[in-house]
């Protein structure tokens, strides 16, 4: 046992998760809106399923490859500058 300091995470830890989540809340209903709204696109425009899938699709793999190049950015620029640019 080392006699070193008992806190183990760091003070903005809190602050950190709860960023995250909200960012995963926004996208989770940004796709809900997508995915109810469908079916008024296949009236109204006259998709197919195929096509509202290749919509659906394209939409997640943008997510995907921004995921991964933003990962890349805060990486490169750090994270305590993204945050204290974000809020």
């Not at 989540?21 to 809900?32: E, N, T």
């Not at 096509?51 to 939409?59: A, D, F, P």
């Not at 994270?79 to 809020?87: Q, S």
């Amino acid at each position: 046992m080392s006699s070193g300091n008992p806190q183990t995470t760091a003070p903005n830890a809190q602050r950190l998760l709860l960023a995250g989540f909200m960012a995963i809340l926004a996208a989770g209903v940004g796709y809900s809106v997508r995915g109810g709204i469908l079916g008024q696109w296949a009236n109204q425009f006259g998709f197919t399923m195929t096509e509202l899938g290749t919509i659906t699709g394209g939409g997640l793999t943008g997510f995907g490859i921004v995921i991964i190049l933003s990962s890349l950015i805060a990486d490169k620029v750090g994270y305590g500058k993204l945050m204290i640019t974000a809020f």
